[in-house]
């Protein structure tokens, strides 16, 4: 058992076994202590405390899953029953795209929040071998995406509006299928978003980027990148590093930026 949920257990009750006052608080504080275990699958072990404690851990607002297997992050949120989740972290070095895909439109529905979501690449596997494409709906709801994908493939979802949406990070991707980053990115799409980073993402040729709202921008080892258009009255902060480096004409590489 884990030593955090055995502490929890060691301090149920007076050590004669007594009044169990630990599970005699109420509902809100018992979930402001589960939020502090910090890891999903640790706070959903106090289940075997006792059977006030055994669906509080599905209560929980914030979700972290660190290095867990795939298919257990889709299983515990299944079980979840807060409607609205302020913030979800999933590491994984074990991914499946179609059950990322399956959990990340569950998780899609509730977010009003954060989302980090990070795939850890086996050393010495190159990008090409990555196989799937992880389809990415629309979080309607949620406020911060960072999606550090370990060159797995990305679909980009063809439609909706990311309405809350203030920052957006895709990191390690191989973006796939019919609709592309600009069409993302539109203030159509993403109207109130801030800050934007992109890096080492394949299957990108081109950024055009048109923002009223955009503030910072950073484009990241974007190595067959060869044409950049920013447009953005607000920008504070724009930074491109190690882009443009492997086209086959550079002196073709286009960049026209339009910002204070």
Not at 88 to 104: G, H, K, N, Q, V
Not at 143 to 161: C, E, I, R
Not at 222 to 239: F, N, S, Y
Request: proline share 5%; charged share 20%.
């Amino acid at each position: 058992m884990d030593p955090s949920v055995e502490r929890l257990k060691l301090s149920d009750g007076d050590g004669g076994g007594g009044e169990d006052r630990l599970s005699a608080l109420p509902d809100d504080l018992l979930i402001r202590i589960l939020v502090l275990v910090d890891d999903a699958a640790e706070a959903a072990q106090t289940s075997i405390l006792a059977s006030r404690w055994r669906r509080l851990w599905a209560l929980l607002p914030e979700l972290r899953f660190y290095y867990i297997e795939h298919h257990g992050i889709g299983t515990a949120l299944a079980a979840h029953q807060v409607p609205d989740l302020t913030l979800l972290i999933a590491l994984t070095d074990d991914p499946s795209p179609e059950s990322m895909s399956a959990w990340l439109h569950v998780a899609a529905r509730r977010l009003s929040g954060h989302i980090h979501v990070e795939v850890r690449r086996e050393a010495g596997t190159k990008a090409e071998e990555r196989l799937g494409v992880i389809e990415l709906p629309c979080f309607h709801k949620a406020t911060y995406v960072v999606l550090n994908l370990g060159s797995l493939g990305l679909a980009l979802p063809p439609s909706g509006v990311f309405a809350r949406h203030k920052e957006l990070q895709l990191i390690g991707i191989r973006l796939q299928g019919q609709t592309g980053l600009n069409d993302l990115l539109s203030p159509q799409r993403c109207p109130s978003l801030e800050s934007l980073r992109v890096g080492d993402a394949r299957g990108l040729d081109s950024i055009n980027i048109h923002s009223e709202t955009l503030v910072r921008v950073e484009l990241l080892d974007l190595v067959r990148l060869q044409e950049l258009t920013v447009v953005a009255p607000a920008l504070i902060r724009l930074k491109v590093s190690n882009c443009f480096t492997d086209t086959l004409n550079p002196e073709l590489s286009v960049a026209n930026i339009s910002a204070p």
